[in-house]
């Protein structure tokens, strides 16, 4: 095997860490989002109309404008998702966008030297430093994915916070 050769093992190793196919890009969160949001305006225009007033409509109306901030928040929380999901999914891009990079780097400055010693030892370096630009581009990655991931891990547990506050109906 070439060095050439391990090259392109290592690459393919990495790049199907990335899968294959288009990632989520979380729009389907951001519809929910939107719908979300049109139910809290439902919620909100539900309220109490002139001439209903007392206790009742004093109840109601506590309750109402709760359910209507529990979807804007919903509609929120979802919209945040989404901006996770499409970060995600733009990560995982680049990252084999970069990796395509590296890949045509070390083949092009391969095919171009020469079949001598001097040739021989500039492969090995264009080599060398072409794995070393796919750990930097793994590890680049790496640390993005699990920034978005915290940060998602965080929005569920607002998910989790919400739901258990949630306004109860007597």
Do not use: C
Request: aromatic share 6%; charged share 30%; net charge negative.
């Amino acid at each position: 095997m070439g060095l050439v050769d391990a090259f392109d093992a290592t690459w393919s190793a990495a790049v199907a860490t990335f899968g294959e196919g288009a990632p989520r890009d979380g729009l389907e969160f951001e519809d929910s989002s939107r719908r979300l949001g049109e139910m809290g305006e439902v919620v909100s225009a539900a309220g109490p109309r002139d001439g209903w007033t007392g206790p009742g409509a004093d109840g109601y109306t506590i309750l109402n404008d709760a359910q209507a901030k529990v979807f804007d928040h919903l509609s929120s929380l979802d919209r945040r998702l989404a901006d996770e999901i499409a970060r995600s999914a733009a990560v995982v891009v680049e990252g084999r966008r970069d990796l395509d990079a590296v890949r045509a780097s070390v083949h092009a400055v391969a095919s171009a030297l020469p079949s001598t010693a001097r040739g021989d030892q500039l492969l090995m370096h264009t080599v060398r430093r072409g794995f070393d630009d796919i750990g930097r581009v793994i590890r680049r990655v790496h640390d993005e994915a699990s920034a978005i991931a915290r940060r998602i891990v965080d929005l569920g547990e607002e998910y989790r916070a919400l739901s258990a506050s949630s306004p109860a109906v007597p």
